[in-house]
């Protein structure tokens, strides 16, 4: 079975603009959750979407959205970039919402500049 | 203060010794998670526990609910368990993931 994908893998934008970024679950997998690890704050929780629906937010601004399609693939969209902004962002899929065995994709890795 | 503390922060061994990293936290959980990462990125998950002990080769992990506590044992250590490992809560009070800043372990031949 494949394992979860993320694209692109490497991604540099300059502040202001926006950037659209993609996940595709383990086949069977429903439940998507999106995590941004820096060095300064590690991992943190961005969203979990289940069956289409954003289940939970993280404490993150507006600027951060997501949304998952009918085939649980997902996508996480970051408006007006600031510098803060650059991390690695993880994505993890699950047969059903957590607390379940997650497991990563290879992450994004964002840069602004 | 952080809901999720981790110790050491960097741990150093030479391989073959028993590493021992630790987790606490002080919210209620319905499961705690320990991952492992290694440079480039990539995150495994190892455990995901909510009560008692697990065992996966070398590996254990053991919690303590009412102490808000969990151990990650690794037993005869090799250079390739050097990566940073991290503990995860999931919250009973909002149904957030809580992650702890991470241990370093590097495992010297």
């Known amino acids: 079975k494949a394992g979860v994908t993320q694209t692109p893998r490497y991604l540099i934008k300059t502040r202001g603009q926006q950037v659209t970024l993609s996940c595709s679950p383990i086949?069977?997998?429903?439940?998507v959750s999106w995590y941004q690890q820096t060095p300064g704050q590690g991992l943190q929780f961005l969203f979990e979407y289940f069956s289409e629906t954003q289940r939970n937010k993280g404490n993150f601004p507006g600027r951060f959205s997501g949304r998952q399609f009918s085939n649980s693939r997902s996508e996480m969209n970051v408006s007006t970039l600031e510098l803060g902004d650059s991390a690695l962002y993880l994505c993890?899929?699950?047969?059903?919402?957590?607390?379940?065995?997650?497991?990563f994709g290879p992450g994004t890795r964002l840069t602004v500049t | 203060k952080n809901e999720v503390e981790q110790s050491p922060q960097n741990l150093t061994a030479q391989e073959g010794e028993f590493i021992t990293i630790n987790c606490s936290y002080s919210?209620?959980?319905?499961?705690l998670h320990w991952l492992q990462q290694h440079p480039g990125g990539g995150i495994v998950s190892l455990f995901m526990?909510?009560?008692g002990k697990k065992k996966h080769g070398r590996l254990i992990a053991t919690i303590n609910i009412q102490e808000k506590h969990s151990s990650l044992h690794i037993t005869a250590s090799h250079p390739r368990d050097s990566a940073v490992y991290i503990c995860?809560?999931?919250?009973?009070?909002?149904?957030?993931?809580?992650f702890g800043k991470g241990t370093r372990l590097h495992i010297l031949p």
């Open positions: 993890a899929s699950s047969l059903v919402v957590a607390p379940y065995e997650q497991y």
């Open positions: 526990l909510s009560s």
């Open positions: 086949s069977g997998h429903r439940s």
């Open positions: 919210v209620g959980i319905s499961a």
């Open positions: 995860a809560v999931h919250s009973n009070r909002d149904d957030k993931i809580i």
